[in-house]
């Protein structure tokens, strides 16, 4: 029989790491979506180890920070398979402080919002041919710290920010993620393509690499048992391939038995969700063709 293949974003540390080991256990061949060759090769050696080398995976490099960079990757991925089961949008970034892209955007809402979008338009038409298909998006309940949400406005700021503030912005990010999982289910053929976000939980990897001192504080985190990576890569899991999701589309799950969540307030409604959609595609199209470059 042929494998089902999953595509997955930030998959070699943290949530990522373990739902792609879990994934290839359970007979899934893998895409990885990376920007490390390094951290790519040590991953794949785990994977053929945790699977007898029962488990094929390809590595797609690319920045989901960088727009050109993830078109190129789509592309690629689209070229390399003539089907796709399930993608998991699951690369996340909490910066602490603001980052301008060489494209001129603010760097956590490219990798949290602009870069997902991005590889899964690149992908849906491999997506709706491989029916039934799933996307599964990575979100958070720091989306309750938003505070407000104006798409055109907030797609494009690139202002300064203190650590402070930090959260309200990542806030912002993941806001957007349920967002846009709301209405691209409204665009989809659920019964072709079924799309669905979380709330991972508190997890003790990854998203805050870029505070100062977090490496102890995950050792700290590590010994006491809080934030265990496995109950969050858990909910990704369940949504990728659980029987009792196949049919259900537009939700949003907690990392807590897979409650259903409301998207929170400021962008609960179908029209600022639509907005989100349209301002996105207004700002993807007037990004000028340049040759990209990490900074």
């Known amino acids: 029989m042929t494998r089902p293949i999953a595509v ?11 739902t792609a080991l879990e994934l ?18 040590a991953l794949l050696a785990e994977l053929a180890e945790a699977t007898g080398g029962a488990a094929h995976a390809d590595v797609f ?15 690629e991925i689209a070229a390399r398979y003539a089907r796709l089961d399930v993608l998991v949008n699951n690369a996340g970034l909490h910066a602490f402080s603001q980052r301008v892209t060489a494209e001129g ?12 979008f991005v590889l899964t338009q690149a992908l849906t038409d491999t997506l709706l041919a491989s029916a039934p298909a799933r996307i599964v998006n990575v979100a958070s309940e720091a989306s309750r710290r938003a505070g407000s949400i104006t798409p055109a406005t907030d797609l494009r700021d690139t202002t300064p920010y203190t650590r402070r503030e930090s959260m309200a912005r990542y806030g912002r990010t993941k806001l957007m993620t349920i967002m846009w999982t709301r209405e691209l289910a409204r665009r989809l053929d659920a019964t072709k393509v079924t799309v669905n976000c979380c709330d991972p939980g508190f997890n003790a990897t990854g998203l805050g690499r870029d505070l100062p001192g977090s490496a102890a504080l995950r ?10 990576p496995r109950k969050g890569a858990a909910i990704i899991v369940r949504l990728a391939t659980d029987p009792a999701f196949a049919h259900t589309t537009g939700g949003y799950f907690s990392v807590r038995d897979a409650e259903p ?4 307030e400021p962008g609960r409604g179908a029209d600022v969700q639509r907005q989100l959609w349209t301002e996105t595609e207004s700002l993807l ?3 000028p063709p340049i040759s990209p470059r990490r900074i």
Do not use: F, K, W
Not at 8 to 18: K, Q
Not at 68 to 74: I, L
């Open 8 to 18: 997955i974003t930030g998959a070699t540390s943290g949530l990522g790491r373990i």
């Open 24 to 41: 290839a256990r359970r007979g899934y061949d893998l895409g990885i979506v990376a920007r490390s060759p390094d951290r790519a090769e």
């Open 61 to 75: 490099l690319a920045d989901l920070g960088v727009v050109a960079q993830v078109r190129r990757a789509g592309r």
């Open 105 to 116: 955007l603010a760097e956590m809402t490219a990798v949290n919002h602009v870069g997902p």
């Open 219 to 228: 050792r700290a985190l590590d010994v006491l048992r809080i934030g265990d």
């Open 261 to 264: 969540l409301r998207c929170p």
């Open 285 to 287: 199209a007037e990004m």
